[in-house]
DNA sequence: GTAACTGCAAACACTTTGCAAAGGA
DNA sequence: TCCTTTGCAAAGTGTTTGCAGTTAC
């Protein structure tokens, strides 16, 4: 484990007693080992695969405490939820990153992130015009990857039919 | 029923039987009174929501044939899906309105559209930078709504605790 | 007439909940 | 010790599927 990963898990880990202090919760070994987990890989993910690599590494949680513990990951800002498709939620990590969006393949679901300050503006407007205050935003861009000549993904590498 | 709905009525089940010729899909009356249905009022709206609809108008659809006619709708360009929250899938109609993005209410859930053309532009920049060939975005703003002195909610009239 | 469509109910997939047992504080 | 949290399995919720009967063509 490099030491940036642990200067991070550290902080994190560290974030999350403090809100689970300030929540009256417990700090139980579960709690801790999921939001680890998380931060281990950089990436996204949902629950189920989440809970399967748990298993794998021989760390027994139930899916409801994977559950439960995504929840108080979300309320304390260490986890972002997103809905790309249609029942599948995925999360990712939300510390140690800058505001972005997602671009999702339309062939494969791979998820590319990307960073546009003009949403932010499209933000501000838009509260202002229709009398809210925006909490946060989501923009998904969906398509087709582009292939080189043999019709390989330029982005993938699989082999893509178009 | 005004003119103007009337006329696009038309204009949508002409191509929507288009629609099913192509495809070699049968016209069934069924298909007709859903998407007549959807047409009939301006808003969003869930399966559930559309199949009581129907109910109540004494027009006796089942539920599988709703989600396979949403299917149709959607292919054929002349209804679109949104998945705003968690696990209920939203759908309005396509057809006469330009591309639009989305205000959604975190009190009350409220949908609300609107336009910024700057979107397109951050579509056509990351299109190029991520070598996708970008089909359709889907941009969603979650805020909490103003209120005034009295805490009543500038949007939908409601009395908001913030 | 016949293949596609419908309605119904059962199956599904993801998520939440109820309850007894375990274990932080 | 006490009350929160866990694990398990059962219940929920929105959607899909299988199949017998119906119907558009």
Redesign the interface.
Known sequence: MDKALALVKGEVKRLFTDFLEKKGQRRTPERYAILDEIYSKKSHFDVDTLFIQMKNRNYQVSRATVYNTLDLLLESGLVIKH?F???L?QFEQAFGYKQHDH?I??VCGKV?E?C?P??S???I???E??????????????????VDENGIC??CDNVVST
């Open positions: 809905q498709g249609q029942n939620a671009m393949c339309n590319t990307f546009d003009r949403i503006q499209t933000e407007m838009m509260g015009l229709l009398n809210f205050e925006i909490q946060h935003h989501s923009l998904n861009l969906f398509g087709n990857p582009k330029l982005n």
